[in-house]
């Protein structure tokens, strides 16, 4: 089973990933439902983000980055261990 890199999916919702990379994440994407699901999901949140930031104050942006940092750091961790 392949695991996604969380910071290569958002690269990719920009539209900044190379060729392999895109190859990696459909091989993934098609490896089951959920991964399926999940790429939905977050390419579904990738496109709303822009509408999002306009809707929130500068505060609650700062809060929600402390939030993403907070679980990419945990998804690090995870990965040494």
Same mark, same amino acid.
């Given at each position: 089973?392949? #695991?996604? $890199? %969380? +910071?290569? *999916? ?17 091989? @993934? !994407? ?8 999940? %790429? #939905?999901? *977050?390419?579904? /949140?990738? !496109? ?5 930031? #306009?809707? +929130?104050?500068?505060?609650?942006? /700062? +809060? @929600?980055? !402390?939030?993403?940092?907070?679980? *990419? $750091?945990?998804? /690090?961790?995870?990965?040494? %261990?």
């Amino acid at each position: 089973m392949l #695991k996604i $890199d %969380y +910071i290569l *999916l958002a690269r990719h919702f920009r539209g900044e990933t190379s060729e392999g990379e895109n190859t990696t994440i459909n091989l @993934w !994407k098609n490896e089951s439902i959920t991964n399926s699901l999940t %790429y #939905k999901r *977050l390419q579904n /949140v990738s !496109k709303s983000e822009h509408s999002i930031e #306009k809707k +929130i104050s500068k505060e609650e942006a /700062v +809060i @929600w980055k !402390k939030i993403i940092t907070k679980i *990419l $750091d945990e998804e /690090v961790d995870s990965s040494i %261990y």
